[in-house]
């Protein structure tokens, strides 16, 4: 099975070794994505909710180079720096970019680097 990278100049330039999402087979993985707008390079608001809306616009901006959008992605991981405080405020963004059934998700409390929430997505199309 062959791997194909996708690249939007419209979300963040990967910081490191890794592309922004890759396809393969019928499958596309998103790298985790902060609240980085692609034009400065600077985090994007000091709130979880802000920076949730960017995150999503960012990997919305990936998906959008194989033709996807939410209504494709199955499964999602969150990273939210303080789960307990910001879970309820994300979560609020993140129900306003998708419809039933949801994307099966995984949420769980990480120590981000200067940042609220990191978003990556598998999303399935067929070929």
């Given at each position: 099975?062959?791997?194909?990278?996708?690249?939007?100049?419209?979300?963040?330039?990967?910081?490191?070794?890794?592309?922004?999402?890759?396809?393969?087979?019928?499958?596309?993985?998103?790298?985790?994505?902060?609240?980085?707008?692609?034009?400065?390079?600077?985090?994007?608001g000091?709130?979880?909710?802000?920076?949730?809306?960017?995150?999503?616009?960012?990997?919305?901006?990936?998906?959008?180079?194989?033709?996807?959008?939410?209504s494709?992605?199955?499964?999602?991981?969150?990273?939210?720096?303080?789960?307990?405080?910001?879970?309820?405020?994300?979560?609020?963004?993140?129900?306003?970019?998708?419809t039933?059934?949801?994307?099966?998700?995984?949420?769980?409390?990480?120590?981000?680097?200067?940042?609220?929430?990191?978003?990556?997505?598998?999303?399935?199309?067929?070929?």
């Amino acid at each position: 099975m062959s791997k194909r990278e996708l690249r939007s100049a419209d979300a963040p330039a990967p910081g490191g070794t890794y592309s922004q999402g890759l396809v393969v087979g019928d499958f596309v993985y998103t790298a985790g994505m902060g609240p980085i707008d692609p034009a400065t390079g600077a985090v994007v608001g000091d709130d979880v909710a802000t920076q949730t809306r960017q995150v999503l616009a960012n990997l919305k901006a990936v998906l959008a180079e194989h033709g996807l959008d939410f209504s494709d992605v199955v499964k999602s991981t969150v990273h939210l720096q303080e789960l307990h405080r910001d879970f309820a405020a994300y979560d609020e963004v993140y129900r306003e970019h998708f419809t039933a059934p949801y994307p099966v998700r995984t949420t769980v409390g990480s120590d981000l680097m200067n940042i609220l929430v990191e978003i990556d997505f598998v999303a399935y199309k067929k070929s």
